[in-house]
Structures are given as C-alpha cells and as structure tokens.
C-alpha cells in the first residue's frame, strides 16, 4: 500500500486535471507564466491612470522594491536548501511547462509576487487583495502544472508577507517619523 502524504495528494489530483485536456492545460500555462507578468504590467497602467502619478509611482516603486527583496531571500535560500521539482521526485506526475531553475522550495514567483500583492495591501487594500487572488490562482497553475509542490507556494507567500511586512515597518519607522516633523 502507498503512503501519500497531503503534499502529493494535492498535486497529483492538480497535475491530473491539468493535463486532463488541452484547455486545461494552456488555462494551467496562461496562469502559470504569462499571469503574473500581466499583473506586474497593470501596475504600470495603475500609474498611468492615477491622478497623482508621483505618489503612486513612489508606492508602487516600493512595493516593488518590497517584491525583489522577497525574491532575493527565496532564491538564497534555493541556493542552500535546494529541493528537486515535483516532476523529477514523484512518479506519474507530468511538468506541462519548464521552469526557469531546479529547485522548487519555496516558489521564487509566488516570493515575488505574494510580496508585491502584500505591499500593495498595506496601503491600497482593494488592489492588494486583487493581486492575492490572482497570485493565489498562480500559485495552484504553479502545482498544477507539475512544478511546485502546495509548501512551495505557501512558504513562498508567507515569505512574501513577512519581507513586505518587514519592509512595510521599516519605511514606517524611517519615513513616518520626518512626515509627522514636517507638518508641525
């Protein structure tokens, strides 16, 4: 008798749906790759359309910034703690799209953008909770398609929470106090 653990239990019954017709799988790729980039664009249209452009350039340059930090954290730790793909480690499993590194654990995408969706949500609730629904239908393309296991994705988010919530208190601590002084 097999042992399954919910880990592979979650994306043996993803990568089966995904691969179940080739609309599943291009809506598994669509999310997976292209999603992503196609949020990080509607940022720059947010900007665009913005009343006050500077403002939100800066708050959007921020939570970028807050992004990239997460990313670098979650690529050092790939580089230490290099866990094998889904594919490659378990049996029956097929990768439908081919990611950019070897290593799974945490995702680098779902870093980079749970950590921008967070950073926008400290300061634009609304907009960040679209991100993290979009990032959040990333990440289950991401399992789906054979490339990440479900603690991938979530230690990439909890990652990403924790460096915008990081970052998040240090602007705060650096920046608030000079605009409370400059007021008065």
Same mark, same amino acid.
């Given at each position: ?47 665009? %359309? ?44 097929? %990768? ?82 000079? %605009? ?5």
């Amino acid at each position: 008798m097999e042992t399954f653990y919910p880990n592979e239990i979650i994306i043996t019954f993803l990568n089966h749906w995904a691969n179940y017709s080739l609309y599943t799988s291009n809506f598994v790729v669509f999310c997976g790759v292209y999603l992503g980039w196609i949020l990080v664009a509607f940022l720059f249209y947010y900007i665009y %359309q913005s009343h006050k452009r500077w403002k939100t350039f800066r708050f959007i340059l921020i939570a970028l910034f807050s992004a990239l930090m997460s990313l670098f954290v979650a690529d050092l730790i790939k580089t230490f703690y290099p866990i094998s793909r889904p594919s490659a480690s378990l049996k029956g499993i097929i %990768q439908i799209f081919i990611p950019g590194d070897r290593a799974s654990f945490p995702s680098s995408h779902m870093a980079f953008l749970g950590g921008l969706a967070f950073a926008l949500m400290w300061r634009k609730r609304k907009l960040g909770l679209w991100f993290l629904a979009a990032v959040v239908l990333i990440g289950l393309a991401r399992i789906a398609a054979g490339i990440h296991y479900p603690l991938d994705i979530l230690v990439g988010l909890l990652l990403g929470f924790i460096v915008s919530l990081v970052f998040r208190r240090f602007i705060k601590l650096k920046y608030g106090h000079r %605009q409370a002084s400059s007021k008065g």
